[in-house]
């Protein structure tokens, strides 16, 4: 155990605070430490909302100076996160959308349509003719009806109906169809000023509507369009953790959520002529690595390696290898400005709508994007002879292999193939019992929590029990730091579960992309849901959705979304509305009696995996299927596991049985 092992799971990142703790340099687990949360705001009791308070619902004082209860203020506060998480995702989506449209009218002249397949799907699900038209005039009419979504005044959005039937019309019995994505952020801000809805139940239905918003609406419509530009992505194998960082080549860092940038970025890196810049100031190359969900796109598409995840982000600088770090939005601590002055990194914020004091800020924008991305490119290449003048160069030998790249139309591809795609061999081994369940693990890191361990623990203890495990997000790279997303997690999961992924060639735990891409899952969740024998919506399907380490009001979103389409979602780490038993029962039993799904705050680990054990079971029984059982299957056809890892892992190929056959005998 090493001496930071209770802090993180990642051994990287134990090593790099070895070395900022010895050096006094500051990062979020020290101010986890040194910073007590507000006991107050922590529970979701302070109300801030106009200048009569802030009023303090704590000890005797159960309303506010206006007569708002503890109820209402919960309710309240759960609502603006909820709000603030849906915009954020929402307004990434439309400004995928706004670039789809530059690139149809010329404006965006370094980006295409990669994935015409996907486009004339998309052009389907918004009501867009493909038949005999120019291919730009679809692109054109799709960005049009895709930005028309965020604001559409009335009737429900287009993406509702890629819902099954029966969820589509439990959302319109209880009026919370979202109508246009802005309008419904923009009435949860309205209906939460001062004096305005003062029913708890009120307002939290309406949050649910602006949670689907985000869902099926921006976000969905983020993944869509990503995918048209960027292509879809299909599995391949990278590396994750610190070890991707090289010692001997300018290391770039792209850090925050949108792929207009770092797709850009990465081919400024592979220009020849940029190669041969950088190795004229003494490296050998140009390394790009990513952070964060940024860092999940290009992941999932060109195989780039990810340096980590929402805490790894100052650690990462602290190597002393990293000569710029581009960042644009989202996640992104203003803590990395003091960090990257005790180094040679140049931070370089490119939105415009994200700068931070400090950073240089170098304006992205589509009509020169790789123009731009160059000269971000070269500000990194001239800063390498710089490294290592004042500072300790360090990079942990640590890093780990993964398969990432499972898009939702891969998932069907591969049972069975171009013509015989579906999700019934997934569902068969659902209903046999192979399989016990689905469960999504997605979410941030949270310095409150360890970090990693609870995603690890969660992801570890799902596929022991025989659970299919999809991932996005921090938590995706969470594990895959601990090689959970290899053919190696097979080792750890439940003899079922591991006979299935064996046959199909892959592992138990699948990368389905970054936060936005949790709609992926909510694709995934429809086409088993309407595949047949495992009920006819998502809230009969024997799965659960749980975000261990939560820290963004964008989490909150996804699992309000989630919960609104039919699903149980478990939080950990924290507990927002902790101040009020009753929003406590709303969002739980409450919701789950209006929309079958419902949002729990579990703090223990142990407690997350029985409860969503227990879930799956009861899901299981009112299907009518078999009851599981762990010794049931996984008996056949088996190389024993422990011949398989006594081969060296570089010479392993679990994808190949003739392979394996071959290197061992
Ligand atoms: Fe959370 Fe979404 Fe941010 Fe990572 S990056 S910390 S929101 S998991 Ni998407």
Same mark, same amino acid.
């Given at each position: 155990?090493?001496?930071?092992?209770?802090?993180?799971?990642?051994?990287?990142?134990?090593?790099?605070?070895?070395?900022?703790?010895?050096?006094?340099?500051?990062?979020?687990?020290?101010?986890?430490?040194?910073?007590?949360?507000?006991?107050?705001?922590?529970?979701?009791?302070?109300?801030?909302?106009?200048?009569?308070?802030?009023?303090?619902?704590?000890?005797?004082?159960?309303?506010?100076?206006?007569?708002?209860?503890?109820?209402?203020?919960?309710?309240?506060?759960?609502?603006?996160?909820?709000?603030?998480?849906?915009?954020?995702?929402?307004?990434?989506?439309?400004?995928?959308?706004?670039?789809?449209?530059?690139?149809?009218?010329?404006?965006?002249?370094?980006?295409?349509?990669?994935?015409?397949?996907?486009?004339?799907?998309?052009?389907?699900?918004?009501?867009?003719?493909?038949?005999?038209?120019?291919?730009?005039?679809?692109?054109?009419?799709?960005?049009?009806?895709?930005?028309?979504?965020?604001?559409?005044?009335?009737?429900?959005?287009?993406?509702?109906?890629?819902?099954?039937?029966?969820?589509?019309?439990?959302?319109?019995?209880?009026? *919370?169809?979202?109508? $246009? /994505?802005?309008?419904?952020?923009? !009435? +949860? &801000?309205? =209906?939460?000023?001062?004096?305005?809805?003062?029913?708890?139940?009120?307002?939290?239905?309406?949050?649910?509507?602006?949670?689907?918003?985000?869902?099926?609406?921006?976000?969905?419509?983020?993944?869509?369009?990503?995918?048209?530009?960027?292509?879809?992505?299909?599995?391949?194998?990278?590396?994750?953790?610190?070890?991707?960082?090289?010692?001997?080549?300018?290391?770039?860092?792209?850090?925050?959520?949108?792929?207009?940038?770092?797709?850009?970025?990465?081919?400024?890196?592979?220009?020849?002529?940029?190669?041969?810049?950088?190795?004229?100031?003494?490296?050998?190359? *140009?390394?790009?690595? $990513? /952070?964060?969900?940024?860092?999940? !796109? +290009? &992941?999932? =598409?060109?195989?780039?390696?990810?340096?980590?995840?929402?805490?790894?982000?100052?650690?990462?600088?602290?190597?002393?290898?990293?000569?710029?770090?581009?960042?644009?939005?989202?996640?992104?601590?203003?803590?990395?400005?003091?960090?990257?002055?005790?180094?040679?990194?140049?931070?370089?914020?490119?939105?415009?709508?994200?700068?931070?004091?400090?950073?240089?800020?170098?304006?992205?924008?589509?009509?020169?994007?790789?123009?731009?991305?160059?000269?971000?490119?070269?500000?990194?290449?001239?800063?390498?002879?710089?490294?290592?003048?004042?500072?300790?160069?360090?990079?942990?030998?640590?890093?780990?292999?993964?398969?990432?790249?499972?898009?939702?139309?891969?998932?069907?591809?591969?049972?069975?193939?171009?013509?015989?795609?579906?999700?019934?061999?997934?569902?068969?081994?659902?209903?046999?019992?192979?399989?016990?369940?689905?469960?999504?693990?997605?979410?941030?890191?949270?310095?409150?929590?360890?970090?990693?361990?609870?995603?690890?623990?969660?992801?570890?203890?799902?596929?022991?029990?025989?659970?299919?495990?999809?991932?996005?997000?921090?938590?995706?790279?969470?594990?895959?730091?601990?090689?959970?997303?290899?053919?190696?997690?097979?080792?750890?999961?439940?003899?079922?579960?591991?006979?299935?992924?064996?046959?199909?060639?892959?592992?138990?735990?699948?990368?389905?992309?970054?936060?936005?891409?949790?709609?992926?899952?909510?694709?995934?969740?429809?086409?088993?849901?309407?595949?047949?024998?495992?009920?006819?919506?998502?809230?009969?399907?024997?799965?659960?959705?749980?975000?261990?380490?939560?820290?963004?009001?964008?989490?909150?979103?996804?699992?309000?979304?989630?919960?609104?389409?039919?699903?149980?979602?478990?939080?950990?780490?924290?507990?927002?509305?902790?101040?009020?038993?009753?929003?406590?029962?709303?969002?739980?039993?409450?919701?789950?009696?209006?929309?079958?799904?419902?949002?729990?705050?579990?703090?223990?680990?142990?407690?997350?995996?029985?409860?969503?054990?227990?879930?799956?079971?009861?899901?299981?029984?009112?299907?009518?299927?078999?009851?599981?059982?762990?010794?049931?299957?996984?008996?056949?056809?088996?190389?024993?596991?422990?011949?398989?890892?006594?081969?060296?892992?570089?010479?392993?190929?679990?994808?190949?049985?003739?392979?394996?056959?071959?290197?061992?005998?």
């Amino acid at each position: 155990m090493g001496k930071y092992a209770s802090l993180t799971a990642d051994p990287a990142v134990e090593q790099m605070l070895e070395i900022t703790r010895e050096k006094g340099i500051e990062t979020a687990f020290d101010r986890a430490e040194n910073i007590k949360p507000c006991p107050i705001g922590s529970d979701g009791v302070c109300c801030k909302i106009c200048a009569m308070g802030p009023c303090r619902l704590v000890g005797k004082v159960t309303t506010g100076i206006c007569g708002a209860t503890l109820d209402t203020v919960v309710a309240r506060n759960l609502a603006r996160q909820i709000a603030a998480g849906s915009a954020a995702h929402s307004d990434h989506g439309r400004d995928m959308a706004l670039a789809l449209l530059a690139v149809a009218e010329g404006h965006a002249p370094d980006y295409r349509v990669r994935d015409v397949g996907k486009l004339v799907e998309v052009a389907h699900f918004l009501g867009v003719p493909v038949q005999g038209r120019d291919l730009n005039d679809i692109t054109r009419d799709v960005a049009e009806a895709a930005l028309a979504q965020f604001g559409q005044q009335h009737g429900p959005l287009k993406y509702l109906e890629r819902a099954p039937k029966k969820r589509q019309q439990i959302w319109k019995e209880l009026d *919370i169809a979202p109508r $246009g /994505i802005d309008r419904e952020v923009v !009435e +949860t &801000l309205h =209906r939460t000023h001062i004096g305005n809805d003062q029913d708890a139940e009120h307002i939290l239905d309406h949050a649910l509507r602006t949670a689907l918003a985000d869902g099926w609406g921006g976000s969905m419509l983020s993944t869509d369009i990503t995918d048209i530009l960027f292509g879809t992505p299909v599995p391949l194998t990278s590396e994750v953790n610190m070890g991707a960082l090289e010692e001997d080549q300018v290391n770039i860092i792209v850090h925050g959520h949108e792929p207009l940038l770092s797709e850009m970025i990465l081919m400024a890196c592979q220009d020849p002529e940029m190669i041969e810049y950088a190795k004229s100031k003494g490296a050998t190359g *140009i390394n790009l690595t $990513g /952070i964060c969900c940024t860092a999940n !796109e +290009t &992941l999932m =598409r060109q195989g780039v390696r990810s340096a980590g995840n929402f805490l790894s982000q100052e650690l990462a600088i602290a190597t002393g290898v990293v000569e710029a770090m581009v960042v644009d939005i989202q996640c992104i601590m203003q803590a990395l400005v003091p960090v990257a002055e005790q180094y040679h990194t140049k931070l370089i914020t490119t939105s415009r709508k994200a700068k931070i004091k400090g950073a240089i800020h170098m304006q992205f924008n589509e009509r020169e994007a790789l123009k731009i991305a160059k000269e971000i490119v070269k500000v990194g290449i001239d800063n390498y002879p710089n490294r290592g003048k004042s500072e300790r160069v360090y990079i942990p030998n640590v890093s780990a292999p993964l398969v990432a790249g499972f898009s939702h139309e891969y998932l069907r591809y591969m049972q069975g193939g171009y013509y015989r795609g579906s999700f019934r061999p997934l569902n068969d081994a659902i209903i046999a019992g192979r399989i016990r369940g689905v469960a999504g693990v997605v979410g941030c890191n949270n310095p409150r929590t360890p970090h990693d361990y609870t995603h690890n623990y969660v992801v570890q203890e799902l596929i022991k029990n025989d659970v299919l495990v999809v991932q996005t997000g921090c938590s995706a790279i969470s594990v895959a730091k601990l090689g959970l997303l290899g053919p190696e997690a097979l080792r750890y999961a439940g003899p079922g579960l591991r006979e299935v992924c064996e046959a199909i060639g892959i592992p138990p735990v699948l990368h389905l992309g970054s936060c936005v891409d949790n709609t992926r899952i909510l694709t995934v969740a429809t086409q088993m849901a309407t595949e047949g024998g495992l009920g006819e919506d998502i809230a009969d399907l024997p799965a659960v959705g749980l975000a261990p380490e939560w820290m963004s009001e964008k989490a909150l979103s996804i699992g309000a979304y989630f919960v609104a389409s039919g699903v149980y979602v478990i939080f950990g780490t924290k507990n927002p509305i902790a101040g009020s038993e009753e929003i406590q029962r709303l969002i739980s039993e409450g919701w789950e009696s209006k929309v079958g799904g419902k949002l729990e705050f579990i703090l223990d680990p142990q407690e997350m995996v029985r409860k969503s054990l227990e879930h799956i079971d009861k899901k299981r029984a009112a299907l009518g299927l078999v009851e599981y059982d762990p010794t049931r299957y996984g008996q056949s056809g088996d190389i024993p596991l422990a011949a398989f890892f006594a081969v060296p892992p570089e010479k392993r190929n679990l994808y190949s049985r003739k392979a394996y056959i071959d290197v061992r005998y």
